[in-house]
């Protein structure tokens, strides 16, 4: 979509959006990427699990970058080694493709999703214990050394005026230990839809324009950067597939002062797990940690996220109510889905709807 606008494109770090031909960033509208193409678990094969893995039945996981028009190709296996010097590498590349498109004065959209704080959660040699509160704290002192690095390059090339900088995260911290995250004062794990899993950071930065300071605790979902981005690029959305997106640039910008977003379902896997409508949710499984088993409940399990922060007591009873609006979005949603059947998989690429 941005290409069509005129922007050069690139993606660095973590892909996990398949790793096959036709899926990678380069053959999905990126004109260039490097990353790995699934997740940083697999880091931990060739260095912990060196005994028992077989590289015969399960291939390594490679560092890989690629361009638009060309196959990507393998770079270095992806170990723990890697695993701890790959954000640093992440930066550089993304400072130097912010460089040279503000050197040819074109515009540009980097995607630069880091591998922190995925397990294993191990910081580089240049943050092991510098905070002295273990590897996750020095990874969190790491990234955001990196996200500073990025700003300062953005302000180093006078492109912080016409600069749209998003920091967010796709989930809530996970479960294993020793690299547990940590969810504020919200319950659960990712896997789940709990508030710990479902609320994550995003704060946006565009000088003159989003007011500096503000905090909201409106609902915004990760899939409405999409529709709003459109509108700044002055981008034309797709009409032949459904968009789950909706433009939040007025929210944004200030000129509003609620999200155009009421509510969302939350699935776990293919399971709908729970809806979230403004400061209410109703579970519909009840699960709390990602290992815990699902308990498919016999009503919804309502909760008050203002006064119950925690999940711990349904409401339900006196607020039966909430059922209403609550229902209006799984009906929608499964109205989308008769009209628009969910993409098999193993479907061909490129998809045409």
Not at 191 to 220: D, H, K, Q, Y
Not at 313 to 333: F, T
């Amino acid at each position: 979509m941005l290409s069509g606008q005129g922007y050069a494109t690139a993606h660095y770090g973590k892909w996990h959006l398949g790793s096959q031909d036709g899926r990678l960033p380069s053959d999905q509208g990126f004109d260039e990427w490097y990353g790995i193409p699934r997740s940083t678990d697999e880091s931990m094969w060739p260095s912990r699990c060196k005994d028992v893995w077989d590289p015969e039945v399960a291939p390594p996981e490679y560092i890989m970058e690629g361009r638009k028009g060309e196959k990507s190709r393998n770079v270095k296996v992806y170990d723990e080694e890697q695993r701890r010097l790959i954000d640093a590498e992440l930066t550089r590349r993304g400072v130097e493709f912010m460089r040279r498109q503000a050197e040819a004065g074109e515009p540009f959209f980097l995607y630069l999703p880091y591998t922190l704080v995925h397990m294993p959660t191990l910081p580089n040699p240049a943050f092991a214990g510098k905070t002295g509160n273990g590897d996750w704290a020095d990874c969190l002192a790491e990234m955001d050394h990196h996200v500073g690095q990025i700003l300062d390059a953005i302000k180093e090339l006078d492109l912080a005026e016409n600069t749209i900088v998003i920091f967010a995260s796709d989930n809530g911290p996970e479960a294993n230990f020793p690299w547990r995250g940590w969810g504020g004062p919200w319950r659960g794990t990712y896997f789940t839809a709990m508030e710990g899993s479902l609320r994550a950071p995003c704060i946006i930065r565009w000088p003159g324009r989003v007011p500096a300071g503000r905090v909201t605790n409106e609902i915004v979902h990760v899939v409405d950067l999409y529709a709003t981005l459109a509108g700044v690029a002055a981008a034309n959305v797709p009409t032949d597939r459904p968009v789950d997106g909706v433009d939040q640039l007025d929210f944004f910008l200030g000129k509003k002062e609620n999200s155009s977003r009421e509510g969302f379902p939350a699935f776990v896997s293919d399971r709908l797990q729970a809806v979230k409508w403004r400061n209410w949710k109703i579970h519909l499984y009840w699960q709390v940690e990602m290992y815990d088993v699902p308990e498919k409940l016999p009503l919804g399990r309502v909760l008050n996220l203002l006064t119950d922060p925690k999940e711990e007591r349904s409401v339900a009873i006196p607020n039966s109510w909430v059922a209403y609006p609550g229902e209006r979005i799984i009906v929608e949603l499964e109205a989308s889905f008769k009209k628009y059947p969910p993409i098999p998989p193993g479907t061909p690429d490129p998809y045409r709807p």
